[in-house]
């Protein structure tokens, strides 16, 4: 299965301010998509990015707060806009290869 | 719409016990996958297992074993003899396909703390 290298692992950061994720995956896949871990909470999907395509997001989430760019199949960034407080969660990427799901490492932000 | 239950919000055991957390998952699909993940403290998600809706078998891996009962839509997951590495929050989820694509869509975990 693929294998998803994703940074920063970690990072704190100034409210207001935007950060931007990479994840790199080492072969081609088709559908990626980004979550959210809210403290204590379960993962939700934010969107779906599909290579040369625009993202597909789910309910609460939009895309100027989450932008995500998909520019080739390998290859997947997730910006966290405009940063408050309540942004602060784990965000994990995922690639799906048949049925199978592959998940970046994580990185945990803190917005001070 | 899909949706994945765990009942079990935190579960403590001391080392050496078994422990079953349990799942239940409701679709209206024919078609799906189960899985099981990890989650120990660093964050990172550990994939255990897939079971797909038409493989009602039982599997065994180490200390770890799966019931799927697809008659009572649960999914549930147990650890023979507990050890303090097993402490990690668990999460079960379904995949079906929405659209063309699957989505996955997680439980809201359980935190299992295996104290010596």
């Known amino acids: 299965s693929a294998v998803i290298s994703q940074k920063p692992s970690r990072d704190i950061c100034q409210r207001g301010t935007s950060l931007t994720i990479q994840c790199q995956v080492d072969?081609?896949?088709?559908?990626m998509f980004w979550y959210r871990q809210q403290p204590g909470q379960s993962l939700t999907l934010i969107a779906t990015?599909?290579?040369?395509?625009?993202?597909?997001?789910e309910s609460g989430f939009v895309i100027d707060k989450f932008p995500i760019s998909r520019p080739n199949l390998t290859f997947s960034t997730l910006t966290v806009s405009n940063m408050s407080p309540e942004d602060s969660s784990i965000y994990l990427c995922?690639?799906?290869?048949?049925?199978?799901?592959?998940f970046g490492s994580g990185t945990r932000l803190t917005v001070v | 719409a899909q949706k994945v239950t765990q009942a079990q919000t935190e579960i403590s055991v001391v080392e050496k016990e078994d422990v079953t957390l349990d799942c239940v998952y409701e679709?209206?699909?024919?078609?799906?996958?189960l899985f099981w993940y990890k989650q120990p403290p660093s964050g990172e998600l550990v994939f255990l297992i897939r079971?797909?809706?038409?493989?009602?078998q039982n599997e065994i891996s180490g200390r770890y074993s799966w019931n799927f009962q697809k008659s009572t839509s649960s999914f549930n997951f147990t650890i023979t003899a507990s050890q303090v590495v097993d402490s990690a929050v668990y999460f079960c989820?379904?995949?079906?396909?929405?659209?063309?694509?699957?989505?996955?869509?997680f439980g809201k975990g359980t935190m299992l703390l295996v104290s010596p």
């Open positions: 679709t209206r699909d024919t078609t799906y996958y």
């Open positions: 072969s081609q896949v088709t559908m």
């Open positions: 989820a379904l995949s079906e396909r929405n659209s063309g694509y699957s989505t996955l869509t």
């Open positions: 079971r797909n809706s038409f493989d009602e």
């Open positions: 995922s690639a799906i290869q048949g049925h199978g799901y592959t």
């Open positions: 990015a599909n290579q040369g395509s625009e993202a597909t997001y």
